[in-house]
């Protein structure tokens, strides 16, 4: 199969399939209007609604107070651009060629989520970051100003296996950063994406097309700048991580290449002190700028028709396990909030336990909207498990990281209580390593239970499973990667236009 359509296999893709949407079970013969938030690097854990006392996010708490709340959701990708590229094109990372912040999509009139929920009626509208490249926007219409300028050369390497330099100065400029302001590049943006949905749900009248709306968030990814009074909130009350002693030591090859490439070695405990508190406090602000977004909807003719969606595109580490940022399959990252809310379909006070990832959330997209997603897309819809919390769901997510500063690639495979990671060979002289972890029994991740003889068995089936999954050996994933990364684009993605426009 074609891992890369072209526009001619889309087009012939659609001729096959009826135009006119299917309808959801109990709902009008017009589809809802679908608001699709996704915020950046929100780390699940600081929310209300995922059980915080500390948190303050009293918009997002009432949403899902209101909606279905899912308790074990996962990027596919603890990294912003192969995230995001994921849910454009309904794929797994390595069948996308998406491996780090400077990838691009293989073609710029691939099928996308956009570009199917149009073919079934929609409109779609972009506003705030999705982090494409410069004139590509794979079916949206971008509102609210051009927030996506991307260039995106497709070039990367690996650390080698024994390299034990720490990049000091990585962390040092963004810890830098770590203080209170009244503006900041992500603020700005955010306030941005605020005007331009409200501007927006101000114009749109009902006799429009039902549209889908993406609004972008930066927040509350770094830098961690945060009005003070936001920090006050938080000063001297959030816990410091708890890291046994030799864990450091006993950490995957790869993530202590992380904690190098990053500079994450030795870092002042004051510094991972104000920077989870500043966390926080961004996080508060955030909510309250989807706040308003969700008060204008609720005041608007589209509230009773409106499918309102939350999550984020991964998550944040705060310092726990020696990590800042993402990039890595510990809960911190790969797990995400996720929120679905509609009052007319279904009540609040709703929660779904069972392993999902964003594709899942992709595929739901596309069934509440009557489009007809390609066989070869990845994922599987929620929306018969959100009628029915009894119907059977697969319990299943899996997560990909192949960027930067690591010596080899990973992937991850999401079941049941437990949590499987495997780390490719970096080299002929380094092995493959694995990890596996019982979340119930061991929800810090502390325990890496895959080299126990009681858990051979285990650790066999769930690779099985992950490969079966994937349809790809990660092996052999990490060979392609190696060879795309080092070649590059024959041209950056965006720069010709970027260019021309400059």
Aim: proline share 6%; with cysteine; aromatic share 10%.
């Amino acid at each position: 199969m074609n891992a890369h359509p072209t526009r001619r296999f889309f087009l012939q893709t659609l001729a096959g399939y009826s135009l006119c949407p299917r309808r959801a079970r109990g709902a009008s013969s017009r589809p809802p209007n679908i608001l699709f938030i996704m915020s950046d690097e929100h780390n699940w854990r600081v929310a209300g609604c995922y059980g915080n006392r500390l948190a303050r996010t009293p918009n997002l708490d009432r949403l899902a107070a209101e909606g279905i709340v899912f308790e074990d959701a996962y990027t596919n990708s603890p990294l912003c651009v192969p995230s995001r590229s994921s849910w454009t094109a309904g794929k797994y990372i390595h069948r996308i060629s998406v491996w780090s912040n400077d990838c691009e999509l293989p073609a710029d009139d691939m099928p996308s989520l956009p570009r199917l929920l149009n073919a079934a009626g929609y409109e779609s509208y972009l506003c705030g970051k999705q982090h494409y490249a410069q004139g590509r926007r794979y079916g949206f219409v971008e509102i609210g100003g051009n927030m996506n300028n991307s260039v995106k050369t497709g070039r990367g390497r690996r650390r080698k296996a024994d390299d034990t330099t720490v990049n000091y100065a990585a962390a040092q400029e963004r810890f830098r950063n770590f203080r209170t302001g009244e503006d900041s590049s992500v603020m700005a943006h955010d306030r941005r994406v605020t005007e331009g949905v409200l501007d927006f749900l101000a114009r749109r009248s009902r006799r429009d097309k039902p549209f889908l709306l993406f609004a972008g968030y930066l927040a509350p990814h770094f830098p961690l700048i945060v009005p003070e009074r936001y920090w006050r909130n938080y000063q001297g009350r959030i816990p410091m991580p708890e890291i046994p002693e030799g864990f450091f030591e006993r950490m995957p090859l790869n993530y202590q290449h992380l904690r190098r490439g990053f500079g994450l070695v030795d870092v002042d405990p004051e510094i991972v002190r104000r920077g989870r508190e500043l966390y926080y406090a961004l996080t508060e602000w955030v909510d309250e700028q989807i706040g308003l977004v969700l008060d204008a909807l609720r005041k608007s003719p589209f509230a009773r028709d409106t499918v309102v969606i939350y999550t984020t595109d991964h998550g944040e580490n705060m310092g726990e396990h020696g990590l800042w940022w993402k990039n890595c399959m510990y809960e911190h990252a790969a797990h995400v909030p996720l929120i679905v809310w509609w009052p007319e379909r279904w009540k609040g006070g709703q929660r779904r336990s069972g392993a999902c990832s964003l594709v899942d959330v992709v595929q739901t997209v596309a069934e509440i909207a009557g489009a007809r997603t390609p066989e070869d897309w990845n994922g599987q819809s929620m929306l018969r498990w959100m009628d029915d919390p009894s119907s059977p769901w697969k319990d299943l997510a899996v997560s990909q990281y192949y960027a930067h500063n690591i010596a080899s690639g990973f992937a991850m495979l999401r079941t049941g209580e437990w949590k499987y990671v495997y780390h490719s060979p970096p080299d002929e002289r380094h092995p493959a390593e694995r990890e596996l972890y019982n979340l119930r029994e061991d929800p810090g991740e502390f325990r890496n239970l895959a080299a126990d003889p009681a858990h051979r068995d285990r650790v066999e089936r769930m690779h099985k499973l992950l490969v079966r999954e994937l349809g790809e050996h990660p092996d052999e994933t990490e060979r392609r990667c190696r060879a795309e990364l080092a070649r590059g684009y024959a041209q950056p993605i965006g720069g010709e236009r970027r260019q021309r426009a400059a």
